[in-house]
């Protein structure tokens, strides 16, 4: 069975399939903890990273690194849990920080704005013109960030394998019919895809250490992995120093799990 | 079970897993027929009904009272079919004529346009790339704005649906087994008191019509 990945605004009842998809497969079900792990991980607050991933970019470098190595050390959280497959995840942009990875079943869920108001009056004692605003106010922000990030509308289907509108369908309803598209053929988790999702892990963990490490926090390249050999491609300036390509190779070989480092980057002249 | 509708672009596959459907619930399959028996109903032939149903924008003002005739007869030749409740159509705008009736399932189908554009470049109907691209570009533009102009939405927003499945790494088989799926759901039991709704919906619709000098 696949890794299920759940999108849904705030009180679209996406929480409340996630939770019976957990139940019903037995599988367990993340979404905040990687963001916890993350800040963890990098010794920072939640607050601050969330904050810091949301923050809108400026054309100030330090934050644009802030921001990649928040986004990586998410992605590389999420990694680790997706490796071991059999996972719900219903946190932040699953969508897209696992998009293109085979096994993953990618489901959204919607509801129309009245249900989504009236959940809301009853959890939290709103009136429905606050909680309308509210639920608005939420809807925007995770829309913008995901269209910043990663330059995507999150309300387009096409970024999912499917949308189920809880206008008629219950949330059991809607947890069944996930179930029966997760057991698919198309959903299996194969060796290949078992190989992938662990390739996918290791891509994150070196990503992250590049993020991490002084020497090359500033670049942006795209990590690939392929068993253990690990491809850098992308574009990176080429210093006086001549020293660029051998600390990307050093800090992506210091990672647990890679053996070949093979340099694809394109070297451009900083000061043309 | 539910009537299933099942809207989609061009090429996108929506006819086959409408067939697909109807083997496995055993249903009625009605697609573009739906057209013919409208024709019927109103006395014309099915090119003129479909010619200026589907016309441009630009025609539409002049076409007004015509058109809405001929929609009102494309919906209760739907709403005959759709009235024992048994029913897969993957015909036009369904999850509009069939709006707020209770025991509707309305799906939607999206595929990328690579699939797309490769059924048409195959050897089968042999198009160039690029004339492919414009092909199915062109009748969604067409199919976006005639929706937009009918009813105001827009044809792509998924909550217009019960349920978009999206056929870039789902198989027909499996969107079938899916929409069954959802199909079998309590919510679209045709009960007794549903399917006197859809009995009532065809009547009604029938009155209309005659009223509109048509049926």
Known sequence: MPIISICRGTKSGGQAVAKCLAK???????????????????????????????????????????????????????????????????GRAGQVLLAGLPGVLKVRLIAPMGTRVKALMESDGMDSTSAEQYIRHVDGVRARWVRMMYGEDVEDPVLY???????????????????????????????????????????????????????????NLQIEAHGGIVDVSGAAPALSSGKTGEQIVEVARSIQGVEEVRLRVEWFDPYP | MPIITISRGTLSGGQRTAECLAGALGYPCVGREILQEAARKVGVPVEDLSGKLEARPS???????????????????????????????????????????????????????????????????????????????????ERRRWVKLMYGADVEDPSLYDLTVNLESISLETACVIIAEAAAQPQYEVTDDVKKRLEDFATACREQLLQAGGG
């Open chain 2, 59 to 141: 025609l539409f003002a002049r076409l007004t009272q015509e058109r809405k005739r001929y929609l009102l007869a494309v919906q209760t030749a739907l709403a005959e079919h759709g009235a024992t409740g048994r029913l897969v159509y993957h015909g036009l705008a369904g999850q509009f004529l069939l709006r707020d009736l209770p025991g509707v399932l309305t799906a939607r189908l999206i595929a990328p346009l690579e699939m797309r554009v490769r059924t048409l470049t195959s050897s089968h109907h042999r198009m160039t790339r690029k004339a492919a691209e414009e092909f199915v570009h062109n009748v969604d533009e």
């Open chain 1, 161 to 219: 394998n499917m949308v189920i509108n809880l206008k008629t369908l219950s949330i059991p309803a809607a947890c069944t019919i996930v179930t029966k598209a997760a057991e698919q053929p198309d959903f299996a988790v194969t060796d290949e895809v078992k190989a992938r999702l662990i390739d996918f892990r290791l891509a994150c963990r070196v990503k992250l250490g590049l993020a991490r490490a002084r020497d090359t926090r500033a670049l």
């Open chain 1, 24 to 90: 019903q497969l037995r599988y367990p079900l993340v979404a905040r903890e990687v963001v916890q792990e993350a800040a963890s991980d990098l010794g920072v607050s939640e607050a601050d990273l969330s904050r810091g991933m949301e923050r809108t970019p400026r054309l100030w470098n330090r934050q644009s690194m802030e921001r990649r190595l928040y986004i990586a050390a998410v992605r590389a959280a999420l990694a680790e849990h997706v490796a071991g497959g059999d996972l719900i995840y219903h």
